[in-house]
């Protein structure tokens, strides 16, 4: 092999057009390295996950990545054992996303665990490892509120849960009115008699009849007349005072959860946790009384879309829809409580308008998969609520509003209307009650005040209680 020749002790020089030359080559060649080191980096930059939140619920699981820009992720099942395999593109695995390995809890539903790794570059791999089998719903969310952008898995079992079984598996519902395995005591409110239509009976395994139910405050005990049904037989229909009665359905809905926290107290208190805890409080209240059982909407802080909300109450066949929120205003002045109902032609009062188009985006905020989603369904609801409905739902508006304003300011004296998405149901009737402004802070600390959340449930327990002692509805012979 040649030797290499050794360099000159002093550099040659060039003549001068060559010189610059190569003094332009050179000065082009360190300009489009430059460029190359500005450009490549920012257009192969990786996407930031800036938050992970679960939601686990028995309705369904939900895992939130909130990050900086669109993603986009593939999914497929693995079976022996269950798995849900998710692909992210333009993502390379970082602290924050690791933190989702430790949110998942032993009690989910759906996931026993989760496994996160780079499976090659820009792609990170999520291996969610199941309890039982699911419908995985895997979309994404464009920037809304306080929110960037989302991409969202929904986590749902393969059978739906249906709420009258549910409420049969906590003891909420029985054939007989009462909770399952719950004692009887000796005392109890009397039932409000309901009359039934003749050869109106319901058919086997409705629920129907109104037996003891347990209480903690003493009244006289109603005398009911019931005999044992017959092998095979439908349940009979208890009486009282020669009137049949029947079980009343309450379907208690505490707005926003999840990934919707609803308005925000100056002290950092979320309305979906406020509410939630009234409508437990009523939910207890209201099963003193016998002949009377709740369906709450949702019973955790998980989402449920609107049009849910109501399809659920109708399922457990209602009588009863009450939405539970606390009002929010720019001014921190407002306060006052207020009941609305539905409106087919506009709102009472801009307020309300204002207050009806906030609460109907929900959705947009809670994150609702648009994919599938009949986009007429809103509007077939509305069209077929009848000015009945409306009409019921005002009387019993007006009887919790007098009851509320024993205890608090009212906002207005009189029931307001607006279209809210969450009061059309067809056959229902429905209420929504903004129990104070928790933008105020005076109503934000009786909001969380426990005897004050105590006053309230009691006031809506007598609204709805003299209600229907002077509107008994009709037995219904079916579920739908």
């Known amino acids: 092999m040649p030797a290499t020749p050794p360099l000159p002790a002093h550099p040659v020089s060039a003549p001068p057009d060559t010189r610059r030359g190569k003094n332009r080559r050179t000065f082009l060649q360190a300009g489009g390295t430059l460029l190359l080191s500005v450009v490549v980096p920012l257009s192969a930059r990786a996407a930031q996950i800036l938050a992970v939140r679960v939601w686990p619920a028995d309705d369904y699981t939900r895992v939130t990545l909130e ?6 992720a593939t999914h497929f099942i693995v079976k022996d054992p269950a798995r849900l395999v998710v692909d992210i593109e333009g993502l390379e695995l970082d602290a924050t ?80 009115g009462k909770p399952v395995g719950q004692p009887p005591v000796a005392e109890q409110h009397p039932a409000i008699p309901l009359p039934l239509p003749d050869n109106k009976i319901p058919a086997p395994g409705v629920p129907s009849q109104a037996l003891p139910r347990p209480d903690i405050a003493a009244a006289t005990k109603p005398e009911l007349k019931t005999e044992p049904p017959k092998p095979e037989a439908r349940p009979t229909i208890p009486q009282k005072d020669g009137k049949l009665v029947r079980m009343l359905t309450v379907a208690l809905d505490p707005g926003h959860g ?39 909407t949702r019973d955790g802080d998980f989402f449920v879309p609107l ?6 109450a109708r399922k457990v066949d209602a009588d009863l829809f009450v939405s539970i929120h606390a009002d929010a205003f720019v001014s921190p002045s407002a306060r006052g409580s207020s009941v609305f109902v539905l409106s087919e032609k506009g709102a009472s009062s801009g307020a309300a308008r ?38 019921d739902s005002l009387k019993v508006g007006k009887a919790v509003l007098q009851q509320i304003g024993g205890i608090n300011r009212l906002h207005n004296g009189a029931v307001e209307r607006a279209g809210f998405a969450v009061l059309k149901a067809p056959d229902i009737p429905s209420i ?30 007598k609204g709805i209680r003299s209600y229907f002692a002077k509107n008994p509805p009709l037995a219904k012979n079916r579920l739908t």
């Not at 809304?144 to 409420?167: G, N, Q, S, T």
């Not at 925000?264 to 016998?290: M, N, W, Y």
């Not at 049009?307 to 659920?312: A, D, G, L, N, S």
């Open 97 to 176: 996303l690791k933190t989702l390995v430790a949110k998942i809890q032993s009690n989910d539903p759906y996931i026993k665990q989760v496994r996160v790794g780079q499976n090659r570059p820009g792609v990170v791999r999520l291996v969610f490892d199941l309890k039982s089998e699911i419908r995985p719903q895997v979309f994404t969310l464009a920037p809304v509120a306080e929110y960037k952008h989302r991409l969202i898995f929904d986590l749902y079992p393969v059978h739906e849960v249906d709420p009258i079984a549910a409420m049969i598996e906590k003891g909420e519902w029985s054939s007989d």
């Open 432 to 461: 929504l009650i903004e129990t104070a402004f928790i933008s105020n802070p005076d109503e934000e600390a009786r909001l969380l005040d426990n005897g004050y959340q105590d006053q309230i449930a009691d006031a809506i327990v």
């Open 307 to 312: 049009p849910v909300r109501v399809e659920k």
């Open 67 to 72: 990050n900086d820009t669109d993603l986009k």
């Open 354 to 391: 204002w207050l009806a188009n906030k609460e109907n985006q929900a959705d947009l905020i809670g994150g609702v998969n648009t994919k599938g989603h009949d986009p007429q369904l809103a509007s077939v609801l509305f069209d077929l609520s009848t000015t009945a409905q409306i009409n």
């Open 258 to 296: 999840g990934e919707d926290p609803g308005a925000i107290g100056a002290k950092g208190s979320r309305e979906k946790d406020i509410v939630l805890a009234i409508a437990k409080r009523l939910k207890e209240k209201i099963e003193q009384h016998p002949n009377m059982r709740v369906m709450l």
